[in-house]
């Protein structure tokens, strides 16, 4: 039975501050670290066997995936990474206090930006400090310069199945430490949910989330590690 286990980074720098982070490469807090490491610790617990992880390219995911693995005894498997799963773009919001910007915009035109399905932020101005145009590892990508919980779910899923889906598919016990949106468009797609309950649905940091998939891989059973902080998860086949 295919099972994969979803795992959301520990608690980032700007988390701690509150700001909008999106594509900007944060390292993850001490509590972070912790959380990731929990995570790891559960999953040994489990008794789960990793063959295949994968990751963004943002360090708080990596090492998420880093710190989680050696908790579990399983720093040795393999790791891919891909900026196709990193999280979404918040475009001229990015580097923002939360707060700040609800202030000055007002809460529900923030509240729109965060969590309408198919609304993006104003897009990111050129030239900025948190321009990636430079950055080599997106060399050859379009880097996006705004992006909703909709355009990021199209560039996740292609890389969904073109890597993971296959892997999944070969009955390869699967690992995937990313962020709250992007694994928020893998969950949309496995439960088949729809665009107002995916824009409800959390994903709580560095707690596990395994979910055993049938043969075409659609979800049998979904389970967080951690009850204690455990959040609602959309119904499974039956």
Request: hydrophobic residues 40%; charged residues 25%.
């Amino acid at each position: 039975m295919p099972t994969l286990v979803i795992l959301r980074h520990g608690q980032s720098l700007w988390n701690l501050e509150n700001r909008f982070t999106g594509w900007v490469d944060v390292d993850l807090t001490p509590g972070g670290e912790a959380e990731a490491a929990f995570g790891g610790e559960l999953i040994k617990k489990a008794g789960i066997a990793f063959e295949r992880a994968f990751a963004s390219v943002l360090t708080r995911a990596i090492r998420t995936a880093w710190l989680a693995l050696a908790a579990a005894d399983q720093a040795w498997i393999p790791l891919a990474k891909d900026w196709r799963l990193n999280e979404r773009h918040y475009g001229a919001l990015t580097g923002q206090d939360k707060a700040q910007t609800a202030a000055s915009h007002g809460e529900d035109q923030v509240r729109i930006w965060r969590r309408s399905y198919d609304i993006p932020p104003p897009p990111l101005a050129p030239g900025g400090p948190f321009d990636l145009d430079g950055d080599r590892r997106y060399r050859g990508v379009t880097v996006p310069t705004t992006e909703s919980l909709k355009t990021t779910l199209e560039r996740v899923l292609p890389y969904w199945f073109a890597e993971m889906a296959p892997a999944l598919s070969a009955g390869q016990c699967t690992l995937v430490a990313a962020h709250g949106n992007s694994l928020r468009a893998i969950v949309k797609h496995l439960f088949e949910m729809d665009e107002d309950a995916v824009v409800r649905l959390e994903i709580p940091t560095g707690n596990p989330l395994i979910v055993e998939l049938s043969g075409d891989l659609r979800p049998l059973s979904a389970r967080y590690l951690d009850d204690s902080r455990a959040e609602p998860l959309p119904p499974t086949r039956t």
